[in-house]
């Protein structure tokens, strides 16, 4: 077996980091569904659906089923590391427009 990714959280230039701050707000059942896919993720890259998708170049979702719906976390392979940078839970079969600028403005701000 592959040495495992690791994994880090997107942080703000404030010091925040908005993934670890949205897994802090939810339940902690929710919280134990999405590291377990956190840690599939970090221990099988790369894995396809169900469990993640590719979004756009650099850009994957990670989809975590949750008693309040679907979790998507956004995530990007940068440096040899999985950042994750926008966590939401998904209440439409779309995913929301904003959602997913705010997971592109982040990777755009990890690269600069």
């Not at 077996?1 to 929710?30: A, C, Q």
């Not at 840690?39 to 170049?57: C, D, N, S």
């Amino acid at each position: 077996m592959d040495r495992p990714i690791p994994v880090v959280f997107f942080r703000l230039n404030s010091g925040r980091e908005p993934v670890r701050d949205w897994l802090k707000d939810l339940s902690r059942e929710n919280r134990k569904a999405i590291g377990e896919d956190i840690k599939t993720l970090q221990f099988g890259w790369p894995v396809g659906m169900p469990l993640a998708r590719k979004m756009e170049a650099d850009l994957w979702e990670l989809r975590s089923s949750v008693s309040s719906g679907i979790a998507r976390t956004f995530f990007t392979i940068y440096q040899r590391q999985i950042v994750l940078l926008h966590g939401f839970v998904k209440k439409s079969p779309n995913t929301p427009s904003n959602e997913l600028a705010t997971a592109r403005r982040r990777l755009n701000e990890l690269r600069t």
